[in-house]
């Protein structure tokens, strides 16, 4: 697969990027395999340098699972790029049969898809995620942010702005190819017991409740702005009648400020849905002429 640059992002992982290394040179002796070090202070550089046919890409501190995806795909050559964790936990043989169906399939990108979540607490953060995502109509199947995924690259690099430094770059990949409907799918995947501790915080897992917000909002506000639009709009409209009945004196002016709220938060959503389309068009019209130059 001479075609295929495998980017594997690697903070502390001293346990796992040995094996992980190995299994993918096995699998892919002809694909592009570069490991960013996201400033690791054990002896990850120390194994990556071991394995010859590996480029190897240091960031001086530590600035995130995202940022080390970022720069490894800005540094990657071949036509499909591979995103594949440094913790043992993927499977080679899974990736190969996610390049496969890009390319037999022409799709955009190929996602993994666990059946399940090593820990348990991870697991229910996520499905919290899942529930904000699904409730604004984004349909992202079982598993939001697999760190195993392959793409086209050209597609995926006209979005590295767009990518958060953290772990939600996956889930934000997600969301990409779901609001730009580029031609994608799930694919199931088998995992490992994860080599090393996880480096995934609580606080990170806040982060992508707002980083999903964050995402649909780019690229399709008038979801966000309208569900709470309409929501205030109900609420003041029964809160105002039924004080009408009770007290014979009219709407209150709780109600009149909820349903001029609602009003504006919903014109303030049909604003913001319309810059929203201009800046995407923009950006298609930027890609054509790079494409033609």
Known sequence: MNKLSIVI???NEEEGIVETLKQLISSFPDSEIIVVDDGSTDSTVEYVTNFETVNLIKHEFNRGYGS???????????????WFDADNEHNAENLKNM?????SKKLVAVLG????SINKIRGFGKFIIRLLAWSLDVKTGVDL???????????ILRYLYLLPDKYSASMTSTIIMIERKYPFTFHPITINQRL?????????????LILVLRAITLFSPIRVFLRLSILLLSVGIVYGLIKALITGLGFSVLS???IMAGLIIGVLGLIA??????????LDIEHRKKRKD
Do not use: H, W
Request: glycine share 6%; with cysteine; charged share 30%.
């Open 9 to 11: 992002p690697a903070y």
């Open 68 to 82: 080390a995806i970022k720069t490894g795909m800005q540094s990657a050559t071949r036509d499909y790029i591979a």
């Open 99 to 103: 390049v496969e169906i890009l390319e």
């Open 113 to 116: 898809q666990r059946d399940r």
């Open 145 to 155: 942010n697999c760190g195993l995924r392959v793409f086209r690259r050209e597609i």
């Open 196 to 208: 090393g501790e996880s480096k995934v915080a609580l606080s990170d897992g806040f982060e992508a």
């Open 256 to 258: 009149a400020i909820l």
């Open 273 to 282: 849905d319309q810059i929203s389309q201009m800046r995407l068009t923009n």
